[in-house]
């Protein structure tokens, strides 16, 4: 069969192996010529993921049988989009609007789920300010469409307001959410639906960045299945996606815990970045959930597998003092050859770190990713790997 993956980033690679693994020609659709993912499948296709006229266009002379993608809310929309206009399974642009607008996906689930009391206005400081006078003191403010928690700050006095800069920070977004400030531990929650059956596929604890409590340092894939805590992520995780409508698909949501009551905060149909979806997941359960979704999206009859237990993983962000790097340090080749999944030390001497953190810059610092079949050994691991990376820098 014909398949098309939107995107060819390295966290699309593992899908695509998995495409070509069952025998499907994979063709990856890009506008960067030189994405790692154009190496790897059966064809190349020079074109944004944005490019829906163009997209469409070519599948149809190509005879596409499938359209899939992962780790990028940007492609969820134009997946639907094409799936719709070719007559495809998978998902429908309607339904993956209500995983991608924000907007859209809270008042879905307005009274039905547990969420932040929040309040959607457009791109006006003045309505910002009102709504803050609504849910303050405590808040949160962020775009309607996006990701990376790109335009996601903590709004805690109008004064706070005012140092926004709207067109810079909010550039092409028609509508802000400013929701309340839960107290309380942040958890991720990755799962993959077959026919309207929800599988658990990960669970992770969230650590944050001191200076940005709106993004994470670390995700701890650590929680005891039989725990209260991963009984109740698992309840409020199956509604959230039955009210949501998917039928088939992977998700990664994020929730927060408030006097034992987990809150939806957010909820994306696809898996988690950063090696999430494409390294930790298969580990922790044992297969791949990519094949599992192809296959099923491809007209077989699947059910996906028991996951194995007592298994932990960890992804963990690199957090250096701002200033000029002058030296860096890392780990001997044959110490993450032997314990460490990934890892990737973005920084050199000579760069500047002079940047508020967010999902998206934080992968300019660097991460890495350990597994383990022990709880114990996977934060020995962990400990080592961030004493023997270090850098010298100066703060000018």
Not at 63 to 86: M, Q, W
Not at 173 to 184: K, M, N, P, R, T
Not at 232 to 261: F, M, P, Q, W
């Amino acid at each position: 069969m014909q398949v098309l993956i939107l995107g060819g980033s390295q966290w699309q690679l593992s899908l695509i192996e998995n495409i070509r693994g069952l025998g499907h020609y994979a063709i990856v659709a890009d506008r960067d010529k030189k994405c790692p993912g154009a190496k790897i499948a059966d064809e190349y296709w020079n074109v944004s993921i944005l490019d829906r006229d163009e997209l469409l266009k070519k599948c149809k002379k190509s005879k596409i049988n499938l359209v899939i993608s992962d780790s990028t809310d940007r492609a969820v929309t134009e997946v639907g989009f094409l799936n719709d206009n070719l007559g495809l399974n998978g998902i429908s642009h309607r339904i993956a609007e209500r995983f991608t607008n924000k907007v859209i996906m809270r008042d879905m689930l307005e009274g039905k789920i547990k969420m932040p009391r929040h309040i959607s206005l457009p791109l006006v400081k003045k309505e910002v300010e009102n709504a803050y006078d609504l849910i303050g003191p405590r808040t949160i403010i962020k775009p309607s469409l996006g990701q990376s928690s790109i335009g996601v700050k903590e709004i805690f006095s109008k004064a706070d307001i005012k140092k926004l800069n709207f067109e810079k920070e909010y550039f092409g977004c028609d509508e802000l959410i400013i929701e309340e400030f839960i107290e309380g531990e942040e958890y991720t929650v990755d799962s993959i639906t077959i026919e309207k059956k929800t599988s658990i596929t990960g669970v992770s604890r969230k650590t944050h960045y001191a200076d940005n409590k709106c993004v994470a340092s670390s995700l701890n894939f650590d929680i005891d299945e039989n725990s209260e805590i991963y009984k109740k992520l698992t309840s409020i995780h199956n509604d959230v996606i039955r009210n949501l409508g998917l039928l088939d698909g992977i998700c990664h949501a994020e929730y927060i815990i408030n006097n034992d009551n987990p809150f939806l905060v957010e909820i994306a149909a696809r898996g988690g970045g950063s090696g999430v979806s494409s390294i930790i997941v298969p580990f922790l359960n044992g297969f791949s959930h990519y094949e599992i979704l192809v296959r099923r999206l491809t007209g077989e009859k699947v059910i996906a597998p028991k996951r194995v237990s007592k298994r932990f993983a960890c992804l963990r962000f690199f957090d250096f003092p701002k200033g000029k790097i002058l030296e860096v340090n890392k780990p001997e080749k044959s110490f993450l050859k032997k314990y460490v999944k990934l890892f990737n030390l973005a920084v050199q001497p000579g760069d500047v770190i002079s940047y508020e953190i967010d999902d998206k810059k934080r992968n300019s610092l660097g991460y890495f990713i350990v597994t383990n079949k022990s709880r114990e050994d996977l934060y020995k691991i962990v400990e080592q790997v961030i004493g023997k990376t270090n850098i010298i820098s100066k703060n000018d």
